[in-house]
């Protein structure tokens, strides 16, 4: 029972917080928290590359994102003689390198999850 008394302090309530999420875990009443997703979806039918396709646009969007913002500070943001800090670029070839190393290390990161991925 986790109960905050004023003789007990609050690393005592965070433990007893903790071993009770632990023997929550063990008692297998979360499995579905330990279960992989991957085996889940595969379980209602989902195929292999759609899981793939949906790891590589979901990282793809974030990249997206992270990128714009990158390309906003180089090119909007001024330095001391007004001027942005990439002037000569074009920016959407800055963004079209961007994206596309983005993209290659997508691949090269599912590249050596393939190679590394363990069956136990």
Known sequence: M???TSQQPLRHAAVDLLRAYDSALSDQQLSWLTAGMREMLRLIGVNDWVLW???HLSALFMHTIISTLMLLF?????NQEGKPFIYYSDPLLLFWILMHFCHSC???AML????FASRK
């Not at 180089?74 to 001024?78: E, H, L």
């Open 2 to 4: 986790l109960l905050l």
């Open 53 to 55: 396709i949906g790891h």
């Open 74 to 78: 180089m090119m909007v943001k001024r």
């Open 106 to 108: 997508l691949l090269h």
């Open 112 to 115: 050596l999850s393939v190679l």
